[in-house]
């Protein structure tokens, strides 16, 4: 059998570069050195040069434990499809690297996009941060501090880590909120005893900087979540607001953390509208 068919319309496909290495990470006395990488899942249209798309950069959770480039890579290019090119981003998480490492990690590697834009066809005017658990926690923090001179980055100085939105999932919003058995977490994303310095707590908390015009935010979490509060993301949420920002919060019926509702259509669909409406 022979016949000609007609496919109308044409959309891009995609295409994935990993190990992309952004940065080394030189550890304590200079005895180690890690590499920090990211994947790139880009929108493509076959053709020889990329066409400018905005970006989600996408960080992982993992207790500040681990961190992976890669993990959600086949998740994510739901988003290329849809024209959104994605950078997944790993950051610090081994002792040699505490606290404010992973944060310094993410503003570097916003840099790194910033400076690499015309290569990897990125409209560095338009990137959206998005992360789950300890990945919400910092991508909080990012849309937070943006210019913060207290956590500058060193690479790529002359590019702004500025973002235009966050979208955290079940994150760690407000970290005075008690967090079942977290506590050992935040001891080793500061590398002490995190009841034993106040300051350092209120260094790693989002409410901390939750206090002045911001970027907008897209807040989801579980119903059902056992393990980080609903309450460490409310907090958040209503002193953004109280200060004048921009913020909807979502909470998902039944869902636990990390719960496999959070990676449905519904919930990607809401993400990319907020990511159109804010790039």
């Known amino acids: 059998m022979k ?4 496919i109308s319309p044409v959309k891009n496909t995609v295409i994935i ?10 550890g304590d006395f200079l005895r180690d050195n890690t590499t ?31 961190s992976s480039p890669c993990a959600r890579n086949g ?23 505490a606290w404010p ?20 066809g990125i409209d560095k005017d338009r990137i959206i941060i998005a992360g789950e658990s300890a990945g919400a926690h910092l991508a909080s923090l990012t849309g ?3 210019g913060d001179p207290d956590y500058p980055g060193k690479d790529f100085p002359e590019e702004s880590d500025a ?17 079942n058995d977290y506590i050992r977490y935040y001891d080793l994303l500061i590398r002490g005893n995190i009841s034993e310095n106040e300051e350092l707590k209120k260094r790693i908390n989002p409410m901390s900087y939750a206090d002045k015009k911001t970027v907008p935010f897209l807040f989801f979490h579980g119903g059902s979540d056992t393990l980080v509060p609903i309450a460490a993301t409310e907090h958040l949420y209503e002193k953004l607001l109280a200060n004048g920002n921009e913020a909807d919060f979502y ?19 809401m993400m990319l509208d907020f990511i159109k409406k804010h790039i």
């Not at 490492?101 to 990897?120: G, P, Q, S």
């Not at 979208?167 to 967090?179: L, N």
């Not at 953390?257 to 919930?267: C, K, N, T, V, W």
Request: a negative charge; charged letters at 25%; aromatic letters at 12%.
């Open 3 to 6: 016949k000609t068919i007609k």
């Open 17 to 26: 570069y990993d190990n992309i290495i952004y940065k080394n990470r030189i």
């Open 36 to 66: 920090l990488k990211m994947s790139l899942v880009l929108p493509f249209d076959n053709t020889p040069v990329f066409q400018k798309k905005p970006l989600l950069i996408w960080l992982e959770g993992g207790a500040w434990r681990n």
């Open 75 to 97: 998740e994510l290019a739901w988003f290329a499809y849809r024209d959104i090119a994605v950078a997944n981003v790993e950051y610090s998480v081994d002792s040699n690297n």
């Open 101 to 120: 490492a992973c944060l310094e990690d993410v503003k570097e590697a916003i840099r790194f996009l910033r400076h690499n834009a015309d290569t990897y």
């Open 144 to 146: 937070l501090t943006i």
């Open 163 to 179: 973002v235009n939105g966050v979208i955290s999932f079940y994150g760690t919003g407000d970290t005075d909120v008690e967090v």
């Open 251 to 269: 909470v998902v019926e039944g869902a636990g953390h990390a719960d496999l509702m959070f990676s449905q259509e519904p919930i990607r669909e």
